[in-house]
């Protein structure tokens, strides 16, 4: 947050941040002549170019994260002062009911497929987390309660960012493929596999802003659950630690929080429902959100890099790519029975 960076700090992410803010305003340019692929798509996309050549430099890289993290998260607070409470209702509870089963099948998975792959524990409990609930930021949360190594920690990160960034270019042919572009089931689908709130944003944009904008809600919807996931995982961690005879006293007094955006997007969302937030000033917020989103996306696609993966071998790839099949499946399968009009 704001209150968090310093001088020093905003002259380290001034370079990256401007990057950013030039593809972000040439993605824009660019959409005057290519409306049907959008700027958001474009700020990606060139995002992914610049990063991957002239622009993978480290002294970019701390502009390029404030990019991706904190604009994004000041996006989607605006979002909040833009969207009602009849707006979130639109899940209602067969939404709700195909995220609690879509998270569960996903940790499940997660935890049975690396059992069969050879995979420690905790290494599987960081990718059930970050593949059921917010990638980074719950791998992150659950890391210091399950008393995982911060080697774990980075490979899971990696490898649930690189499968994201492909699964968020592929949902949307999906979407149009089998759901024939359905603003609710297509939202579904990208909210409830993308790992990261950047990756559902971005990919929601590929298609449009109603899908963006309820994929969002779909994404936010499995955040409000990072409490209970942790809690679930720390519980399993400590069953078989007892089980072995040992301590994990690292997991107790553990407090993990609902990420700040998220309050802020339900404040904001409550005072547009109410009417402190004015349609006018909810149109301003609009704006200022769209802004903030395009340049999110740049840095998104400046922080892309495929030659991760690579590096982490083919039996972390096939972990990777059976449970993204997994999640990919279950949610189309949810998708049919529970959202069918």
Do not use: H
Request: contains cysteine.
């Amino acid at each position: 947050m704001l209150k968090n960076i310093n001088l020093k700090d905003i002259f380290e992410i001034l370079p990256g941040l401007l990057i950013c803010i030039a593809i972000a305003y040439l993605g824009k340019f660019m959409a005057i002549y290519m409306p049907s692929v959008g700027a958001g798509s474009l700020a990606i996309f060139i995002g992914m170019a610049v990063g991957n050549t002239f622009g993978n430099r480290k002294e970019l890289s701390k502009g390029t994260k404030f990019s991706e993290s904190n604009l994004l998260f000041y996006s989607i607070i605006l979002l909040g002062g833009t969207l009602s409470a009849q707006t979130l209702m639109e899940l209602g509870l067969r939404g709700v009911t195909f995220i609690i089963i879509q998270m569960s099948i996903t940790i499940i998975g997660a935890i049975f497929i690396g059992k069969k792959l050879g995979f420690s524990e905790n290494f599987r409990y960081l990718m059930a987390s970050g593949n059921a609930v917010c990638g980074s930021s719950a791998i992150a949360a659950t890391a210091p309660v399950i008393n995982a190594d911060d080697k774990d920690k980075g490979i899971t990160i990696t490898i649930v960012n690189v499968t994201g960034t492909v699964l968020m270019l592929l949902l949307p042919l999906l979407g149009k493929l089998i759901f024939s572009l359905d603003t609710l089931k297509t939202s579904a689908l990208i909210g409830g596999v993308l790992q990261s709130v950047g990756q559902v944003v971005a990919s929601g944009s590929l298609v449009n802003e109603g899908v963006k904008d309820l994929a969002t809600v779909f994404k936010i919807v499995r955040i409000i659950f990072l409490v209970v996931v942790v809690i679930v995982l720390g519980n399993l961690k400590n069953r078989t630690s007892r089980e072995g005879n040992l301590q994990n006293k690292s997991s107790k007094g553990k407090i993990v929080k609902i990420p700040w955006y998220v309050i802020g997007f339900f404040i904001m969302c409550f005072l547009f429902t109410i009417g402190i937030i004015s349609p006018e000033v909810s149109k301003m917020f609009k704006k200022v959100s769209n802004i903030f989103e395009i340049i999110a996306l740049a840095g998104i696609g400046m922080r892309v890099n495929f030659r991760e993966l690579l590096k982490q071998g083919a039996r972390a790839s096939y972990y990777a790519i059976t449970l993204a099949a997994v999640q990919i499946i279950c949610a189309i399968s949810l998708i049919s029975i529970l959202l069918k009009k």
